[in-house]
């Protein structure tokens, strides 16, 4: 990721969203940001924050997922939240304090998820032995040993290779039926095959906030219970009967635990969250404006001031340890069609120096969308068909006549950009849907202007229909 420069991480964006090229040109500035002051001395790069971005542009046009595909792109630690679960200090909800919780606990199932893939092959060769020694135990007196070849630990057994001309002992007449085992268990013969397995289970332990419902703000109260609680209760040993295929998995997950090192996977993810974690903030604009002080935004302006530390840089305590926000970079979005960026209280406005307004997409932009990303509507319903051995086919005029629908109920009803083309796809393609993996379904389709037509004409015209069914 620290070789891509700004114009190659937009290329990349590009195979995905359409238009937005301003968005897309500010976020790779950051990110790239981000690898530049990596390559800095210490005490230059602690001086260094990320500049905060602030996108303005109606639902459907793609700030969220411009947001995601960077994160994905750079492997980076990102959550999206919504502004609006949260609640000033002192009411019931949840504190804004847990944004920075839950980007830490997806730091370590990432890091987790990247150490487990180092290990795996190494998971699944423990368990194919512990599944062999189920299913042929060894004789007496053989023992399994370990040594390290070309860098990597196998296990072995310490009997000699069977001799030409000389009688086989037994347990060399086990190990020739041990490795033909082996082979059928690569092939699957042996998957529906049961056995019985002994397993490490952990008690399910469930902390219950007021009322008996797990409450919003005893979240990180909770977790710090469930802790305590397993710390209290160890895991226990249970014999389960199941099959070989089941066996495979549930032993390599308990294999896996033994061979990662949490502890060094929580500092690594501690370390990515605070370097390299992005903060996706949504509906930014419904917390903004003065609250009348009753009603359901009650606590709205209060919601600013408790992010404005946590954006500006502060220390968050979890249940792995201290995080810093100093460079977590926090990218907000909101629609803005009631309130303005203006509105937000200053000192919150200063923490998003950058900001930028997304255009309404409209024709064009979604006769693009169905043609050009790498992940088009298009494609997506053609390979679903495909499972049912129906080929779809979208001629040019058909693509258009979609994308015209699209932008004309946009326009008649509520602007809600490219989802709008989802609702529309779904309309036309429902006979084909229904009927596909019928025995009387045709085997090819084509979605020409005409077919899109026929399928919209009746709602198009009736606009109170098309309010409730596009």
């Known amino acids: 990721m620290d070789e891509l420069t700004p114009r190659q991480i937009v290329a990349e964006l590009d195979r995905y969203i359409v238009g937005q090229a301003q968005a897309k040109r500010m976020v790779a500035i950051a990110l790239r940001n981000r690898a530049r002051r990596r390559k800095l001395p210490p005490e230059l790069r602690d001086e260094i924050s990320p500049k905060n971005i602030i996108m303005v542009g109606p639902t459907g046009v793609g700030k969220t997922e411009i947001a995601r595909r960077l994160a994905k792109l750079a492997n ?22 847990s ?47 370990t040594r390290i ?27 020739r039926s041990r490795e033909k085992m082996r082979e059928n268990l690569h092939k699957g013969k042996l998957d529906d095959r049961e056995i019985e397995i002994e397993v490490r289970q952990t008690p399910e332990v469930q902390v219950l906030g007021p ?36 066996a495979k998995e549930i032993l390599t997950q308990e294999a896996l635990e033994t061979l990662i090192d949490m502890d060094k996977i929580t500092r690594e993810a501690l370390e990515r969250a605070q370097e390299s974690g992005i903060i996706f903030i949504d509906e930014i604009d419904k917390i903004a404006g003065r609250s009348s002080g009753h009603g ?37 979005a909101g629609a803005f069609h009631i309130s303005k960026p203006s509105d937000l209280i200053p000192e919150l406005q200063g923490r998003f120096p950058l900001r930028c307004e997304l255009s309404p997409l409209g024709v064009d932009d979604f006769k693009r969308i169905l043609r050009e990303p790498q992940n088009a509507l298009t494609r997506q319903y053609a390979a679903l068909l495909a499972t049912e051995g129906v080929e779809l086919e979208f001629t040019e005029d058909g693509i258009d006549a979609i ?68």
């Not at 190494?122 to 020694?133: F, G, H, P, S, V």
């Not at 797990?214 to 990180?220: M, W």
Request: one cysteine or more.
């Open 76 to 97: 980076a630690t990102m959550i999206k939240v919504e502004a609006t679960k949260y609640t000033e200090v002192g009411y019931v909800g949840r504190d804004v304090e």
């Open 99 to 145: 944004m920075v919780r839950d980007l830490v606990e997806n730091a370590i199932s990432l890091v987790r998820s990247e150490k487990s893939a180092e290990v795996m092959e190494r998971a699944q060769r423990e368990a194919e032995e512990r599944i062999l020694d189920i299913l042929l135990p060894p004789p007496p007196g053989v023992t399994r040993r």
């Open 149 to 175: 070849v070309d860098g990597k630990k196998e296990t072995y057994y310490d009997i000699p290779e069977p001799v030409e001309g000389v009688e086989q002992t037994r347990e060399q007449q086990w190990l």
């Open 211 to 246: 009322m008996g419902g797990v409450g919003g703000s005893f979240d990180d109260l909770g977790s710090e219970f469930r802790s305590m609680f397993e710390k209290l209760f160890p895991p226990r040993e249970k014999r389960m009967r199941v099959r070989v295929a089941e």
């Open 296 to 332: 359901p935004d009650v606590s709205r302006e209060g919601v600013q001031r408790d992010i404005l530390p946590i954006v500006e840089g502060c220390v968050v305590n979890t249940k792995y340890g201290p995080v810093r926000t100093d460079h977590i970079l926090f990218i907000a």
């Open 403 to 470: 994308a015209e629908a699209a932008a004309f109920v946009n326009e008649q009803t509520e602007n809600i950009g490219a989802r709008r083309l989802h609702t529309v796809m779904e309309k036309v393609l429902e006979d084909v849907l229904f009927e596909a993996g019928e025995p009387d379904c045709p085997k090819k389709i084509v979605i020409d202007g005409e077919y899109v037509r026929s399928r919209l004409q009746d709602v198009l015209k009736n606009q109170d229909l098309s309010r409730f069914i596009l």
